[in-house]
């Protein structure tokens, strides 16, 4: 049965798909772990939790990582591979809600490192401005709010 | 209509709110002159310290653009010269008399990458520089010198603590490595990641295999080491303790953490059985013990002479040899308390009773161990290698280096002459040749202690000094050529017991200094402590308890060189002890 299946859908569109859609979201899913990944491990670095044994945080880290990464890598290459845009939708669906949630989180992890919390700033415009419901865009202006008072901070109080 | 207004009002707030993120950002992490100017600055002419005569050597000729950065883009001839100093009476000696191999002018092509090895070979004892003339703008460039005769010693100089990206750092650890030994021109080198988040991040294994493969017993030599970071991680009481920087003779890493290893005392137990189970020694070296967030709580290290063996006075971070608030500071430090807290300078550590020799390093974050770019415009967010922590941004001196005496360049060798604290330390990537002795004996020789007859026996202070002619880097600034010579003014400053003993005015290339001194031995002892709930502490930071009458040198008296070049480059040698034997 299982055979016959996999014969059915053998064809060489399916597999340029498939390809394609491998291809992408390992990019995706790279790039996220690694802002994920450097984002949450410098704030664990900062906090300071010395109750909490190494491994709890290492096992956070990872799954956190994994998780957000994976997801937000297959929804990505999802959407391009359909040719949807994602912000062009009447209503959320779980998909955007869950979308949104990832770019949140990278926001919030990624606002405190160097050079490239530019990827906070982007994934908080894009929730203020593609929002789509008025929690989102709240959230949205909050995010902005967090990115600018960290870079404000960074170039009046850090810099040289 | 008035609510169409608002709404498009509201509109432009918001475009203004969402742009200004950006723009903060584009003007903290862009620099377009770092970005686009490579165009060639300076030379900087590399030589060893030391040859023996006839030797076939390198020198290294790096092109420079304004940020001390490799600029690829020199295209022009250069013309070498020959300087040479005699060892008696260290006057020049007429080129005529001197016997060499050095080629007469090379042309840069855009195929040398702003990089050239040249061989050259000096059949004269004496002290030399080579120098080098740009044909297109008449600028001459001085070398490093080079002390050419029959002694096998070699002054080899190294960086034996910096950060890479598996902490708040930049780079690969082999990418570390690579600039250390073709760009930065060390002999040898020690990549010393934060244990706290090489734990966190499991990285203890690849740093010890980045660090084994990048050795080159002869060429190039790399030590295991790791940093124990207490009060700043994210596992640990708020306690400071300090910072020690771990070096360990072996091909084996430590696994130190402040998050394993909760205090001091867990750390030496760590040591103890680190160095027992795998036959290694270690070193744990102080650093920053002056900067308000870290300052180091000496006592700890009270004890443990075997691992505590030497102090890093000069680094990114700018100078812990003397107290920010003493009469003698001029090179400051980041993050000097807004107040006097005292017995944090490595000085006073010295007049507490602890045997340091003088270290420099980097503690560079930005990638480049040997020759940070961070006290230049180029710590910018663009440049290669990427950090991604602030880390690069408040470090605003050039990181130091250490010149280490040695028979050959081996692990062990290197690993002997840091123990032995054969050791001097210069603020830059200079390299001078300086040597210390009392009584002919030298830094780092019999432990670097001097036994006289009585405590009024007369002692010859030594001291010889071949100044760097390479243009010097400072406090947020970058190496910038000289307008004709070098500048060969400088102060020689020999501390005493803690105080500033003697200063004398140099201002030749090649010196020797004598200082004769037949006051009474009495040595140093430090007199601050402050009570706290009944007990007495070094300062108001610290957190062990001591005996006040303990922190002194037993009797023996102890001198170390500082000399304060031209344009903000020193460089530190010493301490020897001076111990009566009645």
Avoid at chain 2, 456 to 463: D, F, I, P
Avoid at chain 2, 480 to 501: D, E, H, R, S
Wanted: hydrophobic share 40%.
């Amino acid at each position: 049965m299982s055979v016959k299946f996999l014969r059915e859908n053998l064809s060489w569109k399916n597999t340029r798909s498939g390809i394609l859609f491998l291809s992408l979201s390992s990019i995706f899913f790279i790039l996220a772990f690694m802002f994920i990944f450097a984002g949450s491990s410098n704030f664990l670095y900062l906090l300071r939790i010395p109750k909490i044994p190494v491994i709890v945080l290492q096992i956070l880290m990872i799954v956190m990582s994994l998780a957000l990464s994976f997801s937000l890598s297959f929804l990505l290459s999802e959407w391009i591979l359909e040719k949807k845009n994602p912000f062009k939708v009447d209503k959320l669906s779980v998909k955007h809600h869950v979308f949104f949630s990832m770019l949140m989180v990278i926001t919030i992890l990624d606002v405190s490192l160097f050079f490239v919390n530019i990827v906070a700033i982007i994934c908080a415009t894009l929730v203020f401005w593609l929002g789509k419901t008025r929690v989102w865009r709240i959230l949205g202006f909050l995010a902005i709010s967090c990115c600018l008072v960290a870079q404000l901070t960074i170039f009046l109080l850090i810099w040289r | 209509m008035n609510k169409m207004k608002l709404k498009k009002t509201l509109k432009v707030l918001m475009i203004i709110y969402t742009i200004a993120p950006f723009v903060v950002w584009g003007g903290v992490n862009i620099d377009l002159k770092v970005l686009f100017d490579h165009s060639p600055n300076m030379f900087w002419i590399h030589l060893p310290s030391t040859a023996q005569i006839d030797e076939i050597n390198e020198m290294v000729i790096e092109v420079w653009d304004e940020f001390e950065r490799i600029s690829t883009s020199y295209k022009g001839q250069i013309n070498f010269n020959l300087i040479s100093y005699n060892l008696t009476d260290y006057q020049t000696i007429s080129a005529s008399s001197v016997v060499s191999n050095i080629p007469t002018s090379y042309t840069f092509a855009k195929v040398n990458f702003g990089v050239e090895r040249l061989s050259f070979s000096i059949s004269t004892q004496g002290i030399h520089y080579i120098l080098a003339t740009n044909t297109l703008t008449g600028k001459t460039f001085w070398s490093n010198p080079i002390l050419v005769d029959y002694n096998p010693i070699k002054l080899i100089w190294g960086d034996v603590h910096s950060h890479s990206i598996f902490c708040d750092g930049g780079g690969l650890p082999r990418e570390l490595y690579n600039y250390a030994r073709y760009i930065a021109l060390l002999d040898f080198c020690s990549v010393t990641s934060h244990g706290e988040f090489l734990h966190l991040n499991g990285g203890f294994n690849a740093l010890e295999q980045a660090t084994n493969r990048a050795n080159d017993p002869g060429k190039f030599i790399t030590s295991q080491g790791v940093e124990w970071t207490s009060g700043t991680a994210p596992h640990v009481p708020l306690i400071g303790w300090g910072h020690f920087t771990s070096i360990f003779s072996g091909t084996k890493l430590a696994h130190l953490s402040s998050s394993i290893q909760k205090n001091p005392s867990e750390l030496w137990s760590e040591l103890d059985r680190f160095t027992s189970e795998f036959g290694c020694r270690a070193i744990a070296l102080p650093h920053h013990t002056v900067s308000e967030k870290y300052i180091q709580d000496w006592p700890v290290c009270f004890d443990y002479s075997q691992y505590v063996r030497l102090g890093e006075v000069f680094s990114v971070h700018g100078s812990s040899l003397v107290n920010p608030y003493s009469e003698w500071n001029v090179t400051g430090e980041i993050d000097q308390p807004s107040y006097q807290i005292q017995g944090s300078s490595i000085n006073e550590a010295l007049m507490m009773g602890l045997r340091l020799g003088l270290v420099a390093n980097g503690d560079s974050h930005d990638g480049f161990p040997g020759h940070s770019l961070s006290h230049t415009r180029a710590f910018i967010g663009h440049q290669y290698p990427p950090t991604y922590i602030l880390s690069r941004v408040s470090h605003l001196y050039p990181s130091g280096l250490t010149g280490a005496f040695v028979s050959d360049i081996t692990r062990d060798n290197i690993f002997d002459a840091l123990y032995d604290r054969r050791v001097l330390a210069n603020s830059d990537f200079g390299r001078p040749y300086v040597t210390f002795k009392i009584n002919d004996v030298e830094v780092g020789e019999d432990d670097s202690t001097v036994f006289v007859a009585n405590s009024t026996s007369l002692r010859e202070l030594k001291l010889f000094i071949a100044q760097d002619g390479t243009p010097p880097a400072a406090y947020l600034q970058a190496a910038q050529p000289w307008n004709g010579n070098p500048n060969w003014n400088a102060k020689v400053q020999i501390f005493k017991n803690g105080y500033l003993w003697k200063e004398e005015l140099i201002n030749a290339p090649v010196t020797q200094l004598f200082f004769y001194d037949n006051e009474t031995i009495v040595g140093a002892s430090y007199n601050n402590c402050i009570e706290k709930e009944g007990e007495f502490y070094i300062n108001e930071k610290s957190h062990t308890p001591v005996n006040p009458s303990s922190l002194n040198t037993n009797g023996v008296d102890y001198y170390f060189i500082r000399i304060l070049c031209s344009r903000g480059r020193v460089t530190a040698i010493g301490p020897l002890w001076v111990e009566s034997l009645t």
